[in-house]
């Protein structure tokens, strides 16, 4: 989730600083700049590092600002971008006028809008503006002579419009290039003839272009977006300044800027923004799941391992073993919902092998066609010669069922649910459509179904977590969410695609294995071997989870002695070090963690082997070095036979 946040950022720092806008981000409390961009550094000749944390009033100080209508100085109070931060009120294309400390005149158009948090209060401004130094040239030179207007108009890469009457009676060169036609084919024309029938906002081409000339005639000045159309048809969105000209009655110039590039920025800013926010309420879900993990497994280390203990001194006869196996099967059931929590924060541990995909789907088949309804067709097209990945395997067969049985519920009429297997290389071109995904050679595994289908706006919600269209008491949303999570934590992709009526597709694609499988090691687990008469040294803080682990493994002839701390520990270790045999250590203890208690007890009782046990999640186990395939790890909570199992087998290799 940081990764993707990172890219995220990189992207959006990106898109703000090429932007060619001014940007400013302030924060509303010290009235610093968070954020500047280099455009706005170049309007007001500074430094980057002259203005970031900087007070705004800083940034402005040397500037003189007057009124655009007559020119008269401007308190800072009456700032537009002030009134923003200090009102909360939008400012709209605000124009002013700056005296630089060079003494530089700049027109400046300002757009000024608060940020607010959820409960409405203004945390941040941002601040939008343009150098429109240009444009006020030209419309100023206008209205002092026709003839300097034609130089100025002739130079500017704006294209330009005089209009008599509502029709174009004078334009620039840069109308050629912008619209690809001649000066003789655009005289004489009405501006929607140049449109496309309807503007965005549903009104005819026709009817806006009277309304926006008859009041830019009474002497308000127009400023709005406007779709134009090319001799050859393609549209484009252009940014439209309409002024009354002194040069005649009925005359308007009409300065016109494409900003198609510039619309397809914000909406790629936008996007990307909505992404960071994504990537941080992942993020911090995924904290609280780690921290959910931990307590649960803790408590249900004891639950699980006293019920067990119980069943093994119960006669198969005692009515009680039921109601003790009822016990062990919730305490599974709550370990495997803390898994699914943190398959979609991609924070479980994982088992890590190679395998063939298709051995996966042929052994889970016969499951798949017991569980999917029989008025659903099931089709497997699986390709021969499929290459190895490096997964967890429950984890893909989580992921498997997980989408298979979204698809039955999409059929409720039944269908057929398809499950394909595929090599493939996903090119440059298709990375570059795809945000996230990255060049290479993948296995892909796609699951269709010919259901219903979903439409726009629940495919951007659909991976989601807590996100359902099932019905009350009918789903968790967690099951997509879930599988996103545990094919990002593989280094995966998925793509939904989906059309209403039409169906639905997940296509996941998991990257493939570098390397060939070294041989496993085969684990003796024998169930009737699990007894031994070895010393083992139990380190634990949480009192519950230390008696139960001793008395587990006392009850099947160990010597046993405990210690809650590292210094405890190191302590019992000098007493016994020529007995103790294995050390079985919590990850993460009050005051030292099992990786450096053990490296010193290995100095004490030379001939020790260690195994580590954590509640906690891969990721805080990792920043403790014990996360390497090679270190002997069990996860909490454990059954009595896991345990015993990997007591055995470490003492035994």
């Known amino acids: 989730a940081e990764e993707e946040r990172h890219k995220a950022l990189q992207l959006l720092d990106i898109s703000i600083h090429q932007s060619p806008a001014g940007i400013i981000v302030i924060d509303a409390n010290t009235e610093k700049i968070i954020i500047c961009n280099r455009t706005a550094l170049e309007i007001n000749q500074q430094h980057y590092e002259n203005v970031i944390n900087k007070?705004?009033?800083?940034?402005?100080?040397?500037?003189?600002?007057?009124?655009?209508?007559?020119?008269?100085?401007?308190?800072?109070?009456?700032?537009?971008?002030?009134?923003?931060?200090?009102?909360?009120?939008?400012?709209?294309?605000?124009?002013?006028v700056i005296k630089t400390k060079y003494e530089i005149n700049k027109w400046l158009l300002v757009n000024a809008s608060p940020i607010t948090n959820n409960s409405g209060e203004i945390i941040s401004a941002?601040?939008?503006?343009?150098?429109?130094?240009?444009?006020?040239?030209?419309?100023?030179?206008?209205?002092?002579?026709?003839?300097?207007?034609?130089?100025?108009?002739?130079?500017?890469?704006?294209?330009?419009?005089?209009?008599?009457?509502?029709?174009?009676?004078?334009?620039?060169?840069?109308?050629?290039?912008?619209?690809?036609?001649?000066?003789e084919e655009i005289i004489g024309k009405t501006p929607s003839d140049f449109s496309p029938e309807y503007q965005s906002d549903g009104i005819r081409s026709i009817e806006k272009a009277n309304i926006?000339?008859?009041?830019?005639?009474?002497?308000k000045?127009?400023?709005?977006?406007?779709?134009?159309?090319?001799?050859?048809?393609?549209?484009?969105?252009?940014?439209?300044?309409?002024?009354?000209?002194?040069?005649?009655e009925n005359q308007l110039i009409a300065i016109v800027r494409d900003i198609t590039d510039r619309k397809k920025a914000e909406e790629q800013r936008k996007e990307l923004e909505e992404q960071l926010i994504q990537a941080q309420k992942i993020e911090s879900l995924g904290r609280l799941a780690g921290g959910i993990a931990h307590d649960f497994n803790n408590m249900l280390t004891p639950i699980m391992g006293y019920s067990e203990i119980l069943m093994a001194e119960m006669p198969d006869t005692d009515p009680r073993r039921n109601r003790l196996q009822q016990i062990v099967k919730s305490v599974i059931s709550t370990r495997e919902l803390v898994k699914q929590l943190l398959a979609f924060a991609r924070k479980q541990t994982l088992e890590i092998r190679q395998f063939n995909m298709n051995d996966i789907l042929n052994e889970f088949y016969t499951i798949i066609t017991r569980t999917i309804r029989e008025n659903i067709k099931i089709k497997?097209?699986?390709?021969?010669?499929?290459?190895?990945?490096?997964?967890?395997?429950?984890?893909?067969?989580?992921?498997i069922?997980?989408?298979?049985?979204?698809?039955?519920?999409?059929?409720?009429?039944?269908?057929?649910?398809?499950?394909?297997?595929?090599?493939?290389y996903l090119d440059e071109h298709y990375a570059n459509q795809h945000k996230g995904c990255t060049q290479g050679n993948y296995v892909m595994l796609s699951i269709s179904d010919s259901g219903h289908g979903m439409d726009k706006e629940t495919q951007k919600m659909i991976f989601e977590p807590f996100f359902t269209t099932k019905g009350l008491g009918r789903g968790t949303g967690l099951g997509l969410a879930t599988v996103h999570g545990i094919v990002k934590q593989h280094g995966g992709h998925i793509w939904l695609y989906s059309d209403l009526g039409q169906g639905t597709v997940f296509k996941i694609f998991f990257p493939i294995a570098d390397k060939l499988e070294l041989e496993p090691v085969v684990v003796n687990q024998n169930v009737n071997d699990l007894h031994g008469h070895e010393m083992i040294l139990v380190v634990e803080d949480e009192e519950q989870v230390r008696e139960m682990t001793v008395e587990l493994i006392k009850s099947f002839g160990y010597e046993v002695i405990d210690a809650s701390c590292g210094t405890e520990a190191i302590e019992l270790a000098y007493k016994n070090q020529d007995r103790i045999n294995l050390v079985l250590s919590d990850v993460i203890l009050p005051d030292l963690n099992g990786k450096e208690l053990f490296a010193e007890i290995k100095t004490i009782a030379k001939g020790a082997k260690v195994i580590f046990m954590s509640g906690y999640t891969a990721d805080v186990i990792s920043q403790h070095k014990v996360s390497d395939q090679s270190i002997n790890f069990i996860q909490k909570p454990f059954s009595m036979q896991s345990l015993m199992l990997?007591?055995?087998?470490?003492?035994?290799?």
């Open 55 to 96: 007070e705004f009033v800083e940034f402005v100080k040397d500037w003189r600002v007057f009124d655009p209508k007559d020119l008269s100085p401007l308190n800072l109070e009456e700032f537009p971008i002030m009134k923003a931060i200090k009102s909360g009120k939008i400012t709209h294309n605000a124009e002013i």
């Open 212 to 219: 926006l000339v008859n009041t830019a005639l009474i002497d």
């Open 401 to 424: 069922m997980n989408l298979c049985l979204n698809a039955q519920d999409a059929m409720p009429n039944g269908g057929t649910l398809t499950v394909e297997t595929d090599n493939v």
């Open 646 to 653: 990997k007591i055995r087998e470490v003492l035994d290799n």
């Open 221 to 248: 000045a127009q400023f709005f977006e406007w779709m134009h159309k090319t001799k050859s048809g393609y549209e484009f969105l252009a940014e439209v300044s309409l002024t009354k000209m002194d040069l005649g």
């Open 126 to 183: 941002i601040v939008v503006f343009y150098d429109i130094t240009e444009r006020k040239i030209a419309e100023e030179a206008v209205k002092n002579s026709e003839e300097k207007f034609r130089t100025l108009v002739n130079s500017t890469s704006d294209a330009i419009f005089i209009l008599k009457d509502g029709i174009f009676s004078e334009i620039n060169p840069s109308t050629e290039k912008l619209f690809g036609a001649t000066k």
């Open 380 to 399: 497997f097209v699986l390709k021969p010669n499929l290459k190895l990945i490096e997964a967890d395997q429950g984890q893909i067969e989580q992921i």
